[in-house]
């Protein structure tokens, strides 16, 4: 039976290949075997902010800069498919921006690839809108999160004055607890004003601040919710320096990484969970408005010796919705990923199955390494471009 729409075919009444990759709406660039643009398309022409004549011929390296040395090297490989999320790219003379780049190898031409790039989809899209500012005429869709904002932060409020009225009543001893509540509902709230705006304009520069207290205050909230006993094992390296980061956020990842190394471990004969922090040198991104380096020499790993994730989810764990908890959502390490990205970090995933242990770690950079970053925030919307 003859195919009823032929690709390789322009038949009357039925569009055009050409037409059809003219329609796209993602950018596309199809690159020779020599590395240089050999055609693209109206909306690559309009995400390079240069037209087809300016671009053809030029190489891929020549127009675009990667924040991440990987995606040449891959794209040198020319028969190998990528699919690489977030990434921080600069164009010509624009600024940097985040984008998600897709490239494929051409059927029957060796050497041939099909480069694609589009806006990311994942969490950053999910939390666009719904802040001060929004036009009304872009539908409910737009208003939802601030009307979940203000249906959370409601409760709050109730929460917080419970816990400051049994505060008067209680023992001195007990105060502690009275005092992480309302330290905590403070933190949750002020989360809920950033998610209701939540976008690379609208982030708090990050500060200095401790990591060793930023973990024992997470491990706290942890500890004060669990019915059972929840331990901890600590090795921290008490020389390490303050670091740059935003602390609310930091304690926010914390908590998802620690709760999710207690559920992982939770069916262990004897479950651990381990936090450990070092220097690592050697670790550096790009950042800034030059794509200067940054340094990221402080780790922490935070470990549990639990079964692992399916081996088949491992490379998307920080992808939205993707989970292996039976009554997860799939979006604690999506947001992981992005609160860290936001204060120039990274965070990555590995399975030790000798030893029995899955690990995160976090890499920061050291207090005082960012300066332009937060004059970037503070200025007037320009946007950061660090990439995980």
Same mark, same amino acid.
């Given at each position: 039976?003859?195919?009823?729409?032929?690709?390789?075919? @322009?038949?009357?009444?039925?569009?055009?290949? +050409?037409?059809?990759?003219?329609?796209?709406?993602?950018?596309?660039?199809?690159?020779?075997?020599?590395?240089?643009?050999? =055609?693209?398309? /109206?909306? @690559?022409?309009?995400?390079?902010?240069?037209?087809?004549?300016?671009?053809?011929?030029?190489?891929?390296?020549?127009?675009?800069?990667?924040?991440?040395?990987?995606?040449?090297?891959?794209?040198?490989?020319? &028969?190998? %498919?990528?699919?690489?999320?977030?990434?921080?790219?600069?164009? *010509?003379?624009?600024? /940097?921006?985040?984008?998600?780049?897709?490239?494929?190898?051409?059927? *029957?031409?060796?050497?041939?690839?099909?480069?694609?790039?589009? &806006?990311?989809?994942?969490?950053?899209?999910?939390?666009?809108?719904?802040?001060?500012?929004?036009?009304? =005429?872009?539908?409910?869709?737009?208003?939802?999160?601030?009307?979940?904002?203000?249906?959370?932060?409601?409760?709050?409020?109730?929460?917080? @004055?419970?816990?400051?009225?049994?505060?008067?009543?209680?023992?001195?001893?007990?105060?502690?607890?009275?005092?992480?509540?309302?330290?905590?509902?403070?933190?949750? $709230?002020?989360?809920?004003?950033?998610?209701?705006?939540?976008?690379?304009?609208?982030?708090?520069? $990050?500060?200095?601040?401790?990591?060793?207290?930023?973990?024992?205050?997470?491990?706290?909230?942890?500890?004060?919710?669990?019915?059972?006993?929840?331990?901890? &094992?600590?090795?921290?390296?008490?020389?390490?320096?303050?670091?740059?980061?935003?602390?609310?956020?930091?304690?926010?990842?914390?908590?998802?990484?620690?709760?999710?190394?207690? !559920?992982?471990?939770?069916?262990?004969?004897?479950?651990?969970? $381990?936090?450990?922090?070092?220097?690592? =040198?050697?670790?550096?991104?790009?950042?800034?408005?030059?794509? +200067?380096?940054?340094?990221?020499?402080?780790?922490?790993?935070?470990? !549990?010796?639990? +079964?692992?994730?399916?081996?088949?989810?491992?490379?998307?764990?920080? &992808? /939205?919705?993707?989970?292996?908890?039976?009554?997860?959502?799939?979006?604690?390490? $999506?947001?992981?990923? +992005?609160?860290?990205?936001?204060?120039?970090?990274?965070?990555?995933? !590995?399975?030790?199955?000798?030893? @029995?242990?899955?690990?995160?770690?976090?890499?920061?950079?050291?207090?005082?390494?960012?300066?332009?970053?937060?004059?970037?925030? %503070?200025?007037?919307?320009?946007?950061?471009?660090?990439?995980?």
């Amino acid at each position: 039976m003859n195919n009823p729409f032929d690709w390789r075919r @322009g038949d009357a009444g039925r569009p055009d290949p +050409k037409r059809l990759v003219a329609s796209l709406p993602l950018a596309m660039f199809v690159l020779a075997p020599d590395f240089t643009v050999s =055609s693209v398309n /109206p909306a @690559g022409e309009q995400l390079a902010g240069q037209g087809a004549r300016r671009l053809v011929g030029r190489q891929v390296g020549e127009l675009f800069a990667f924040d991440e040395p990987l995606i040449l090297e891959r794209i040198g490989g020319r &028969e190998a %498919n990528l699919f690489a999320r977030d990434v921080g790219v600069r164009m *010509h003379d624009q600024p /940097p921006r985040r984008l998600d780049v897709i490239t494929a190898p051409v059927a *029957h031409y060796p050497g041939w690839q099909m480069l694609v790039l589009q &806006e990311p989809v994942g969490v950053e899209a999910l939390t666009r809108g719904g802040g001060a500012g929004v036009d009304d =005429s872009d539908g409910p869709a737009l208003r939802a999160p601030a009307v979940l904002a203000h249906e959370i932060k409601n409760p709050l409020a109730g929460i917080r @004055g419970a816990a400051q009225l049994l505060d008067r009543r209680i023992g001195e001893k007990d105060r502690a607890l009275t005092g992480l509540i309302t330290t905590e509902v403070d933190r949750i $709230a002020k989360l809920i004003d950033q998610m209701q705006s939540l976008s690379r304009r609208s982030q708090e520069p $990050a500060v200095e601040c401790n990591l060793h207290e930023a973990v024992r205050h997470a491990q706290a909230i942890l500890a004060a919710g669990q019915s059972g006993r929840f331990v901890v &094992e600590e090795e921290f390296d008490p020389s390490l320096p303050p670091i740059m980061a935003n602390p609310d956020a930091l304690v926010q990842v914390l908590l998802n990484l620690m709760s999710n190394a207690r !559920d992982a471990c939770a069916g262990a004969e004897v479950p651990r969970i $381990a936090v450990r922090t070092r220097f690592a =040198s050697g670790i550096q991104v790009h950042t800034g408005p030059g794509g +200067k380096p940054l340094r990221l020499p402080i780790e922490l790993r935070v470990s !549990d010796n639990g +079964k692992g994730v399916e081996p088949a989810l491992r490379d998307h764990l920080f &992808e /939205p919705f993707v989970t292996s908890k039976k009554s997860g959502q799939g979006l604690g390490l $999506a947001l992981v990923q +992005k609160l860290v990205r936001e204060m120039n970090g990274r965070v990555t995933h !590995d399975r030790d199955e000798n030893r @029995g242990w899955t690990h995160f770690r976090l890499h920061l950079p050291v207090a005082g390494s960012v300066p332009e970053r937060n004059a970037m925030l %503070n200025g007037a919307g320009v946007t950061g471009d660090a990439q995980g």
